[in-house]
């Protein structure tokens, strides 16, 4: 079965920092650029992120530049999301996805395989 896991959401208090995982099972994440996603309520689903196979990052939203940092470990078959200095609206579900191409991409449409997500709650 093909899928993807992701784990670390929790409710931190603004100013704090989360580690979230993403596990794939049933494929080679070393074949796939890993976007990160996020959906608060009432909201769209938009891009956060995304790291590409060869590991370069880019950025889809500017409000998370300079705190969040994605990484993966193809050893382990596993990407990480790693967001420090929290803020109340950064609260929303949070999406690992894998995309097969040579390119990242902000649009959820493009890619092809996703988790369940994982709530991230920021408040004091």
């Known amino acids: 079965q093909l899928q993807l896991v992701e784990s670390g959401g929790g409710l931190v208090q603004p100013g704090g920092s989360l580690r979230l995982s993403c596990a794939a099972s049933g494929f080679t994440l070393d074949l796939y650029n890993i976007g990160w996603f996020r959906q608060a309520p009432g909201k769209e689903r938009e891009g956060v992120l995304c790291?590409?196979?060869?590991?370069?990052?880019?950025h889809y939203a500017d409000s998370i530049k300079g705190r969040f940092t994605a990484s993966r470990d193809n050893a382990k078959n596993m990407a990480f999301l790693q967001m420090n200095d929290l803020k109340p609206e950064d609260t929303a579900v949070y999406y690992c996805?894998?995309?097969?191409?040579?390119?990242?991409?902000?649009?959820?449409?493009?890619?092809?395989?996703w988790g369940q997500g994982t709530q991230v709650t920021v408040s004091s």
């Open positions: 996805a894998a995309l097969r191409h040579y390119y990242c991409s902000h649009y959820p449409h493009e890619y092809d395989y």
């Open positions: 790291i590409s196979r060869s590991g370069g990052t880019t």
